[in-house]
């Protein structure tokens, strides 16, 4: 399976039926299209709608439809449609059950860092600082390693935070991760690597409990 | 009293050095018509407050590609090439601020409210030199509001009078910014006759509007046409 597909089904097992969720740009958009069957959950868009529907057909495209990635969307059944204020009252107000995130580096306290390297890319943080302090479950999905091998979850975050301890969980390729008051603990593995691979791939000193599931 | 006028005619109040809300969220719900005035009329020095500064040569870009810019303020700027190289280069200053700040701090500066506090970037650098409470045991900012000298605002239906409704998500931040700015001017893709708009659907009153025009040859550009991957027979 390809590991973005992967990150992105595994991802999806966190919705619970009647959440309110948020997906970040990029990867964590595709989790929409592996939603499981019999959980009906809404999803909200920062731009100003409460219920994302599938993307159009070609003949349905509207320019005054789109979500936070500036895609083209449609609308769910039952959606509505508000200002940009009142988006981030949901969103600040903790009415947004879940949050899924992209990262460039999480760390042992829950710190994320995602928006900006210094000198390099300034795009900004657009909604994410407001996600991460107002959503009641930050879940990040993310590849492991950066495209040089290095590890992404790290002792303490060296790029400008989004938020600090917001994390809950961490979903890779490779693992998922639970971040506690004590320090990142290893909840699951993926059914094709072992614990080694994992620990060692993860700069972060990581606390393996007797029992890892597989994913 | 008479609000309807041109672009024209509306732009040319603006004077160099200017302050101006624009309303979008990327290339959704933009002021086109404004925007095409006051490049056309030259205006420089502004400082831009809008969510997104455009891509390259359409929208924001066209005043940023004209260095007409001398300031943005943004909670995202990454679709603009060129906006990427002045900004990398120091020749245009930027204010990057969290969304949901971004639209209560103007939400304030229409309401009158002096300030608020938020937990949103507490313990990042957007908190640098802001106040920081605890209140009720979590950690908030003090943000304060942001007003404009104008707001340019972008409608689907408005009348005469300046009240304004929007369509789909191309509301976004044009409703805080209309309460937000000294002279607000709206152009609606229809500009209809006082009392064809139903009073309950009204999402802007036209207490906050001071011009409205009817807008011409919008574009409404698509940034990411994205359909719904039609599967052939099997």
Not at chain 1, 116 to 143: C, F, H, N, S, Y
Not at chain 2, 9 to 33: D, K, Q, Y
């Amino acid at each position: 399976m390809d590991k973005r597909d992967r990150i992105v089904r595994r991802v999806a097992r966190e919705l619970r039926d009647g959440d309110c969720v948020n997906l970040g740009i990029g990867l964590p958009t595709l989790v929409a299209s592996v939603i499981p069957p019999g959980v009906d959950i809404t999803l909200h868009s920062e731009n100003g709608l409460l219920g994302i529907g599938p993307y159009p057909d070609e003949d349905a495209v509207d320019p005054d439809l789109i979500n936070a990635g500036k895609e083209t969307i449609t609308e769910a059944p039952g959606c509505s449609y508000f200002n940009g204020a009142e988006s981030f009252a949901m969103v600040r107000g903790g009415h947004i059950d879940l949050t899924v995130l992209g990262a460039l580096e999480v760390d042992m306290a829950g710190n994320l860092a995602n928006w900006m390297i210094p000198g390099k890319m300034v795009k900004g943080m657009g909604g994410a600082m407001d996600l991460v302090a107002g959503a009641r479950r930050v879940v990040i999905a993310m590849e492991h390693t950066t495209k040089d091998g290095a590890s992404k979850i790290v002792p303490s975050c060296s790029l400008p935070l989004t938020g600090a301890k917001v994390v809950s969980l961490i979903v890779t390729e490779l693992a998922v991760i639970e971040v506690t008051p004590e320090g990142l603990v290893l909840r699951e593995i993926a059914e094709d690597t072992t614990l080694e691979a994992v620990t060692s791939a993860t700069a972060a000193p990581l606390m393996v409990p007797t029992s890892v599931g597989r994913f | 009293m008479n609000k309807v006028t041109t672009a024209e005619a509306a732009v040319a109040r603006i004077p160099h050095g200017a302050t101006i809300m624009m309303g979008g969220f990327g290339l959704c719900g933009i002021p086109e018509n404004l925007v095409r005035a006051l490049h056309a009329q030259g205006t420089r020095d502004l400082t831009i407050i809008s969510n997104n500064a455009g891509i390259d040569g359409f929208g924001i870009g066209v005043l940023l590609g004209a260095r007409q810019v001398r300031k943005m303020v943004s909670t995202y700027v990454g679709e603009n090439r060129e906006f990427e190289r002045q900004l990398l280069a120091n020749e245009i200053e930027v204010e990057l601020v969290p969304q949901g700040t971004f639209a209560e701090r103007i939400r304030a500066g229409g309401a009158g409210v002096g300030g608020f506090y938020t937990p949103t970037g507490v313990g990042t650098i957007v908190a640098d030199g802001k106040e920081t409470r605890v209140l009720n045991g979590r950690s908030y900012l003090l943000e304060l509001p942001l007003r404009a000298d104008f707001a340019f605002i972008k409608g689907y239906k408005g009348d005469r009078a300046g009240n304004l409704v929007y369509r789909k998500t191309a509301r976004n931040f044009n409703p805080m910014m209309a309460t937000a700015a000294t002279m607000t001017i709206a152009e609606v893709e229809q500009l209809v006759e006082i009392g064809e708009l139903d009073p309950e659907s009204i999402v802007t009153p036209a207490i906050f509007v001071k011009h409205i025009l009817q807008g011409t040859h919008y574009e409404k550009r698509v940034e990411r046409r994205v359909v719904h991957r039609i599967h052939a027979p099997v």
